[in-house]
C-alpha cells in the first residue's frame, strides 16, 4: 500500500514537472507568436501613416479636400488635423479637422501625457503610436498614431495628423491565439496524464474524445442556441420565453406535439416490431422483400411520402376523387394524416433498431419454456417480450424524437394542428425572428429529456442478459402457422400500401408534372440527371465519408456507456443523445452561429456538413449498441482481457461481432439518413457542398413533381446499391447465424 502509494506520489509529481516544461515553452512559443504578429501589424499600420502624410497637400482648400477623400476612401482608419500643434501643458487653440469622432477624442485629451508626447514627436517631423489603445466615439478600442503634417510647397511642419486604426483584427487574432493555445494545453495535458496515471490510456482517450466532441460539437452550438434566445437587441432580456410561455398558440403548438409524438411513436414501435419479429423470429416466406420494404420509406426523403399522400389522399387526390363519387368524404390534413404519414415513413427506425435486439436474443431460454410445457404465447409473453424492452423503448424513444423535430411533414399536413417543430419553421424562415425560433425549438428537449430519463429509469433496474458464452445458432418458432399467416398478411397489406405510395413516385417520373399533366415523357429523367450531377457527386461523397466515422464512435460510446463506470457517465450519455431530440432547423442555425467564427470557422466547408451527420445520427447507434450489449454477458469480455487482449482487441475482435446486427443498422441508418437529410443541411450547404435533398424540394416546391421523382427514384437505388456494398464488407458471423427451428 505504501509502495502503491510512493508511485502514485512519484507520478503525480512527474506529471507537474513535465506539464510545468511544457508551459514554460508553449509560453515561449505563443510570447513569440504573438509579438511577431503584433510587430508585423503595427509596422504595416505606421507605413500607412507614413505614406497617407506624405500626401499632405497645401493650402487650405486642398486640404480640405484631402480630409474629405480619405474619409471617403479609407475603411481601415481614420484622420483628424490639429492645425496648430499645442506646447505642452496647453489646450488647441482651434478644433481639429477631419472625422468628427476622433477630432472630439483629441480636443477633450489635448492635456494627456500621450497626446502630448504625440504632438512633440509631430512637430519634430517623426511618427508615434500611443502606448495604449482609445476608443473612438461608440466604437472599439483603436490603436492612436501622431504624424507630422508638412506642407507641400514650403516643407514645413504646420500641424499633426491624427491616425485611428482598428484593433478588431488584432483581438480576434489574440483571442483565437489564447482559445487555441489553451486547448492544446489542455488536450496534451489529457493526454500525459491517461498515459502516466492511467491504468487503461486506450478507454481514458476514448472517453476525453468523447466529452472533447460533444462539448464542441453538442453543448457549444446549443449554448449559441440557448443565449439567442435570452438576447434582444444585442442585450439580455426575458421578453422571448415570456411571450413565448404567456401565447395560447405557442402552448397548443406543445400540446400538437406532444399528442402526434405519442401516436406515431406507439404506432411505428409496433409496426417496426412487428416486421422485426416476422423476420428475425419466424420462419416466414419473403424474408428479403420484408426487410428490403422495411427500410424502404426511411431512404427517401421525408417529404416524398407526403407529397404521394396528398396525390393520392388530398383534397383533389385520384383516390379522394374516387371515394367521393362513391359518396365517401374525408380530409387527410391534420392529425390523423399526419400520425399516417409518419408511421410510414418512421417505423424503419424502429424496425433497424429492434431487428438486432431480436435476432442477438439466446433461444435457450425459450427453448426451456418450452420443453417446461408453456404455449407458445405464454413464452413470447413472458421470456422474448420482456427481453426486447430495451430495444421497444429505444425505439419508441428514437421515433418520439424523430416526430417532434419533424418540420417539412407537418409543413405540408398539419392542416388547423399546430405543431411546435412547424412553428419554429416558421419564425425563423418565414418571420426571421431566429430567437423565437431557437426558443421555441429549445422547448422540444423537456419532453424529449423526459422520456429519456424515464427509459433509463426503467432498463437500468432490470437485467436483459441472454448471451453469456458462444449463443445459440437456433432461434425457436413462437408462431403457430395461423398466427403466422396473419402476421405476414398484416405486413404485405402494409407493404401493398407502400408500393401504391411509391408507385406514385415512379410514375411521376414518367409524366411532364404529376397533378397537372400526365402525358408520357421522358424529358424528367434527362433534365433531372443533368442538373443534379453535382449534387449527387457531394452528397455521396459527404455521406460516404460520415457512415464509418459515426458507426465506430457510435460502437464505441455504447461499449464505454454499458460497460465502463466513470464520472459524468449521465451527463455523456445526454449530451450524445440530445442532437437527436433538436429540430433540424436548430441544430443548422446552431452550427452556423458556433462556426462561423473564430476559433473554429466551418462554415461553406464540407467538414461541417459531415460532423452534422455524425453528432445527429449518433443517437440511433449508440441505442442499438446499448440494447445489444445489455444482452451479453461481461464476463465474455473479461475473458479475454484476462488472456492478454487489450481493449482494442477486445473490441474488434469480441465487442464489434457480438453487435454486429446493431453496428450494420448504425451503418445504414446513417447513411440513409445523411443521404435524405433535409432540414439542418439546409442551412450548412454551400455553392462548393450542395445536398441532392435540398434539390428535391426546390423542384417539389416549385411543382416540377416529375423531377423531384426522378432523383428520389435515383437516391433511392443508390442507397439499396450502399447496402449491398455493406453487406459484403461486414460479413456475416458465423457465431451468430441462426436457423428458425
Not at 486506450?202 to 443565449?227: C, D, N, Q, S
Not at 407493404?495 to 402525358?519: P, R
Request: hydrophobic fraction near 50%.
Amino acid at each position: 500500500m505504501c509502495k502503491g502509494g510512493m508511485n502514485l506520489n512519484k507520478k503525480a509529481i512527474n506529471f507537474l514537472l513535465t506539464m510545468l516544461f511544457v508551459a514554460l515553452v508553449g509560453w515561449w512559443i505563443y510570447s513569440s507568436v504573438r509579438d511577431e504578429f503584433l510587430s508585423q501589424t503595427r509596422a504595416s499600420q505606421r507605413r500607412t501613416v507614413e505614406t497617407v502624410a506624405a500626401g499632405y497637400p497645401s493650402g487650405d482648400d486642398e486640404v480640405a479636400e484631402w480630409l474629405k477623400r480619405l474619409a471617403e476612401e479609407s475603411a481601415n482608419y481614420r484622420v483628424a488635423l490639429v492645425r496648430e500643434i499645442p506646447m505642452p501643458g496647453e489646450k488647441l487653440t482651434s478644433s481639429p479637422a477631419g472625422d468628427p469622432e476622433l477630432s472630439r477624442l483629441t480636443e477633450e485629451n489635448t492635456l494627456d501625457p500621450e497626446f502630448a508626447k504625440g504632438f512633440d514627436n509631430a512637430a519634430y517631423e517623426e511618427v508615434y503610436r500611443s502606448s495604449h489603445n482609445w476608443t473612438v466615439g461608440t466604437k472599439e478600442e483603436q490603436a492612436l498614431f501622431f504624424a507630422p503634417a508638412i506642407d507641400m510647397k514650403t516643407h514645413e511642419v504646420e500641424g499633426a495628423l491624427v491616425f485611428s486604426f482598428s484593433t478588431d483584427g488584432e483581438q480576434g487574432f489574440m483571442r483565437m491565439m489564447n482559445t487555441l493555445f489553451f486547448c492544446a494545453f489542455v488536450l496534451f495535458a489529457v493526454v500525459v496524464w491517461q498515459l502516466m496515471m492511467s491504468r487503461d490510456p486506450i478507454v481514458g482517450f476514448a472517453l476525453a474524445g468523447l466529452f472533447l466532441m460533444t462539448l464542441i460539437f453538442v453543448a457549444y452550438p446549443l449554448f449559441e442556441a440557448l443565449r439567442l434566445s435570452f438576447l434582444e437587441n444585442g442585450k439580455f432580456s426575458l421578453s422571448i420565453w415570456k411571450t413565448i410561455l404567456n401565447s395560447e398558440g405557442y402552448l397548443s403548438a406543445l400540446w400538437g406535439s406532444l399528442k402526434l409524438g405519442c401516436w406515431t411513436a406507439t404506432f411505428s414501435t409496433i409496426v417496426g416490431f412487428l416486421f422485426a419479429f416476422v423476420v428475425s423470429r419466424t420462419n416466414a416466406p419473403c424474408k428479403k422483400l420484408i426487410s428490403t420494404m422495411g427500410v424502404l420509406p426511411v431512404i427517401s426523403p421525408p417529404f416524398s411520402l407526403t407529397l404521394s399522400i396528398i396525390l393520392l389522399f388530398g383534397n383533389n387526390g385520384l383516390i379522394t376523387r374516387w371515394l367521393r363519387v362513391v359518396g365517401l368524404d374525408f380530409s387527410i390534413y391534420g392529425l390523423p394524416g399526419l400520425v399516417l404519414v409518419q408511421t410510414m415513413g418512421m417505423f424503419p427506425i424502429a424496425f433497424l433498431t429492434l431487428g438486432g435486439v431480436l435476432q442477438a436474443i439466446d433461444s435457450t431460454f425459450e427453448e426451456a419454456s418450452l420443453n417446461l410445457s408453456a404455449g407458445r404465447f405464454q413464452t413470447f409473453s413472458k421470456i422474448t417480450l420482456p427481453l426486447a424492452v430495451p430495444g421497444l423503448l429505444s425505439a419508441w424513444l428514437l421515433v418520439f424524437t424523430t416526430s417532434l423535430a419533424d418540420f417539412a411533414n407537418p409543413l405540408l399536413l398539419a392542416g388547423d394542428l399546430k405543431v411546435l417543430s412547424l412553428e419554429s419553421y416558421i419564425e425563423v424562415t418565414g418571420m426571421n425572428r431566429l430567437g423565437h425560433g431557437a426558443a421555441l425549438s429549445i422547448l422540444l428537449l423537456l419532453p424529449t429529456l423526459t422520456a429519456f430519463l424515464a427509459q433509463r429509469f426503467w432498463v437500468a433496474k432490470r437485467s436483459y442478459v441472454t448471451v453469456t458464452g458462444k449463443p445459440s445458432g437456433r432461434i425457436t418458432e413462437l408462431t403457430t402457422p395461423g398466427v403466422r399467416r396473419i402476421l405476414t398478411g398484416i405486413i404485405f397489406v402494409i407493404i401493398f400500401f407502400l408500393i401504391m405510395l411509391y408507385g406514385t413516385i415512379f410514375a411521376g417520373c414518367f409524366v411532364k408534372n404529376w397533378g397537372i399533366d400526365y402525358t408520357f415523357s421522358l424529358e424528367n429523367i434527362t433534365e433531372a440527371i443533368t442538373r443534379s450531377k453535382d449534387a449527387l457527386f457531394d452528397t455521396v461523397t459527404l455521406a460516404a465519408i460520415a457512415t464509418p466515422i459515426a458507426g465506430i464512435i457510435a460502437m464505441i460510446a455504447a461499449l464505454l456507456i454499458v460497460r465502463r463506470k466513470f464520472h459524468g457517465k449521465k451527463l455523456l450519455e445526454m449530451l450524445l443523445m440530445t442532437p437527436f431530440a433538436l429540430p433540424g432547423t436548430l441544430l443548422g442555425i446552431s452550427y452556423i452561429l458556433a462556426f462561423n467564427h473564430a476559433p473554429i470557422i466551418l462554415v461553406g466547408t464540407a467538414a461541417i456538413i459531415i460532423i452534422n451527420y455524425v453528432i445527429r445520427e449518433l443517437p440511433v447507434g449508440i441505442e442499438g449498441g446499448i440494447a445489444s450489449l445489455r444482452q451479453i454477458d461481461p464476463s465474455i469480455e473479461e475473458a479475454a482481457t484476462d488472456l492478454g487482449a487489450d481493449q482494442a482487441t477486445v473490441f474488434r475482435t469480441i465487442v464489434l461481432p457480438l453487435v454486429r446486427p446493431a453496428f450494420l443498422s448504425s451503418l445504414s441508418y446513417t447513411f440513409v439518413r445523411s443521404m435524405t437529410a433535409v432540414s439542418a443541411v439546409i442551412f450548412l450547404i454551400s455553392a462548393k457542398w450542395y445536398h441532392i435533398t435540398v434539390l428535391i424540394y426546390n423542384f417539389s416546391e416549385n411543382l416540377r413533381f416529375g423531377l423531384a421523382s426522378v432523383l428520389s427514384t435515383v437516391l433511392i437505388v443508390i442507397v439499396f446499391g450502399a447496402f449491398g456494398i455493406m453487406r459484403l464488407l461486414v460479413r456475416e458471423n458465423t457465431n451468430l447465424m441462426k436457423n428458425v427451428t
